[in-house]
Every structure is written in structure tokens, then in C-alpha cells.
């Protein structure tokens, strides 16, 4: 059982924005940066998100990361079709020393 | 360009072992650590644990030790995943992904494509 929390779901229609929390602890998202990535079905997961806001090259500037205490969001603007995938976010735990990942967030563009 | 590649898809009988590999190219494998996740049929990612490619120590999260070995050949660029006495439960597809670091912090870019193990009999 993942302890950094996200929905297990979201959806939204093409153009429309839509965000992804991603709960945690003051273990892990209180104290260290959070990575998002996205994962398409036979894909390898991208980097989408890196450092709770910066992007890497080649990401569309649709595509924004936030922190605010043991919480993240991804935020998706202007929502694409080929944005449907899985949405994960991810932290370093100093009290397991290891790398948390969420539970993943199924995204549907309708 | 940058990149991991993994090697083929393995069908595998309960008991046995398998060894997964991961080429590193573009870079030098000694310059990052290179992290193993594992994703079982319809969950999430989970993080197996890390290895030091400049020394080679390995670090295993909970519920990966004992069975799991995460090795290195350096000479040929290469990152390996070996799995020991093989359950139904390991069926899965396993990542090898680069921790790129600002000194500050580290996310795991790029990743390999993965590598489908199926354990059957």
C-alpha cells in the first residue's frame, strides 16, 4: 500500500484543465522534491515533472507541477487526447530511505 | 541519445531464476545511480531498490531482499536484475531507470522499456 495518495481517477474533455493531487507525509513530500511521470500503456514512464515544478525539454508548458506542505498536484491545461495515461507522483522517504511512488492516477479524456 | 534498453520478455516455470538486463547508452553507467521498478498486471509502479554503479553496492526496498540481486558489468555498460526461485507473484513488468541529479535532488529519467516476466508453469 502506497502512503503518498492520489486519486485513482480523473477526466476531463479536450481543452478543459484538469489537476492531480498526490497526498503525503511529512516523511517524504514535507521534506523532499517531488517527481511526476506519465505512463502510457506498453510505454516506458516519462519524466513529466521534475523538482515539484520544472519541466524537462521536450514537455509541453501544459503541463505544471505545485507543493504546498506533505501535498502535490500535477496540473494538465488544455487537455489532449493523447494525454490519457497514468499519472504517477513520486518522493524519496527518509523513513523507509527509499523511493515512494503514488498509486497512480488513471486519467480519461472524453 | 540517452537511453536504457532492457532485454526481451522472459516466460519462466516456478522455481526457477531469470536475469534481466539494462544497456546503458549515451552516457557512462558509472556516472548515475540506476534504480529497478517493478509494475505487476494492473497495479502501480513500485520501487525495487538501487545500485551504486561506481561501486557497485546495491540497496533493496522492502519486500525486495533476499531473491532480488541487482549487479553490474561495467565493461560492457550493463545493469542487471537477477530474481531467484521464481513465484506466480513475480509476474511483472520490470524497469531499470537512471537517477539524473542537481545535486539537490533526483528523478529517474530515462527509463528502459521494460521487461515482461512471466512466471508459469
Known amino acids: 500500500q502506497s502512503v503518498l495518495t492520489q486519486p485513482p481517477s480523473a477526466s476531463g474533455t479536450p481543452g478543459q484543465r484538469v489537476t492531480i493531487s498526490c497526498s503525503g507525509s511529512?516523511?517524504?513530500?514535507?521534506?523532499?522534491?517531488v517527481n511526476w511521470y506519465q505512463h502510457l500503456p506498453g510505454m516506458a514512464p516519462r519524466l513529466l515533472i521534475f523538482?515539484?515544478?520544472q519541466r524537462p525539454s521536450g514537455v509541453p508548458v501544459r503541463f505544471s507541477g505545485s507543493k504546498s506542505g506533505t501535498s502535490a498536484s500535477l496540473a494538465i491545461s488544455g487537455l489532449q487526447s493523447e494525454d490519457e495515461a497514468d499519472y504517477y507522483c513520486?518522493?524519496?522517504?527518509?523513513?523507509?530511505?527509499?523511493?515512494?511512488f503514488g498509486g497512480g492516477t488513471k486519467l480519461t479524456v472524453l | 541519445q540517452v537511453q536504457l534498453v532492457q532485454s526481451g520478455s522472459e516466460l519462466k516455470k516456478p522455481g526457477a531464476s531469470v536475469k534481466v538486463s539494462c544497456k546503458a547508452s549515451?552516457?557512462?553507467?558509472?556516472?548515475?545511480?540506476l534504480h529497478w521498478v517493478r509494475q505487476a498486471p494492473g497495479q502501480g509502479l513500485e520501487w525495487m531498490g538501487w545500485?551504486?554503479?561506481?561501486?557497485?553496492?546495491?540497496t533493496y526496498a522492502q519486500g525486495f531482499t533476499g531473491r532480488f540481486i541487482f549487479s553490474l558489468d561495467t565493461s560492457i555498460s550493463m545493469a542487471y536484475l537477477e530474481i531467484d526461485t521464481l513465484k506466480a507473484d513475480d509476474t511483472a513488468t520490470y524497469y531499470c531507470?537512471?537517477?539524473?541529479?542537481?545535486?539537490?535532488?533526483?528523478?529517474?529519467?530515462?527509463w528502459g522499456q521494460g521487461t515482461l516476466v512471466t512466471v508459469s508453469s
Open positions: 513520486a518522493a524519496w522517504d527518509d523513513s523507509l530511505n527509499g523511493c515512494l
Open positions: 531507470a537512471r537517477e539524473y541529479s542537481n545535486g539537490v535532488s533526483g528523478w529517474l529519467d530515462p
Open positions: 545500485i551504486n554503479t561506481q561501486t557497485g553496492n546495491p
Open positions: 523538482s515539484n515544478n
Open positions: 511529512t516523511f517524504n513530500i514535507g521534506s523532499n522534491p
Open positions: 549515451g552516457y557512462s553507467l558509472t556516472t548515475y545511480a
